[in-house]
């Protein structure tokens, strides 16, 4: 049963120590901000949110974290956390008593925040996961070539709208991608049509075939560190980086809803803290299938 006054009596200043430690992260580099963002949506939609996602392979056990679609996860995500793990482990009543799902939720509400997005109430009383293991995530997390559909029954199966999903598609205002996520757009014979011209020609420029697969460039080509509805001015603009973004504004039954994120970004912030929300209610553990923590990376 989560409740934003979970800690009120177990470590009453949880969210000012993790605000801190997420903030001086913040400080020495932004991106702090997508990663932390992508690890909590990544954690939610395997296994629910318990913090799987941080765990590290053993000998014994390959982790979330080395299946082929966590790869990609920044490592300054999962150091946000260990750092405001870290923090509120050092308060004496507080030790030990905060899961590092919770603070992964609390965290993602930070950034977006630290972005320029809006504040929101996060509920707290998650445990962490006994399990993690890649092949859970296997078929549970969307894929960038994806369709309409695919993406509506992987957030449905999550207990998430078509809306949820446009909303929290929004994301993708911040943050880097790498150069195969989206090379078959701007190398298919011809161009992928969606794809404004311009912007096409400009994504084949940073992205040359067989660039250096380390490149990453900025999902968001207009405030790509600012948290604002401006994914869904691109959208309209074709400017939608992946398949899965485009398509949003392609089908006509998503159009109407990134045309009004588009337009009003007090209707966006409020359907996409909404969604924030029911995510971070997905799969939650209790004391009877989870534990807390003392190492979030060790089970
Ligand atoms: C709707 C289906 C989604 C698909 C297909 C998708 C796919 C992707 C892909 C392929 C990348 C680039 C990874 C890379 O190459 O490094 C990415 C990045 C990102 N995604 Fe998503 N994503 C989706 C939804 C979400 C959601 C719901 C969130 C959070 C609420 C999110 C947050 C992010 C962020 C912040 C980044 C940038 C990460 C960074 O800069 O380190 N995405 N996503
Ligand atoms: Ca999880
Ligand atoms: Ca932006």
Redesign the pocket.
Known sequence: QLSPNHYANICPNVESIVRRAVQNKFQQTF?TV??T??L??HDCFVQGCDASVLVASTGANQAEKDHSDNL?L?GDGFDTVIKAKAAVDAVPQCRNKVSCADILALAARDVVVLAGGPSYTVELGRFDGLVSRASDVNGRL???G?TLNQ?NSLFAANGLTQTD?IA??G??T?????CN?FSNRIYSTPVDPTLNKQYAAQLQQMCPRNVDPRI?IN?DPNTPRTFDNFYYKNLQNGQGL?T?DQILFTDQRSRPTVNSFASNANVFNSNFVAAMTKLGRVGVKTARNGKIRTDCSVL
């Open positions: 991106v997508p990663a963002l992508r909590f949506f990609s920044a969307p894929q960038p994806f993406l999903m929290l598609s994301a993708h911040l943050g880097f991608s790498h996520r990453a999902m992946f899965s």
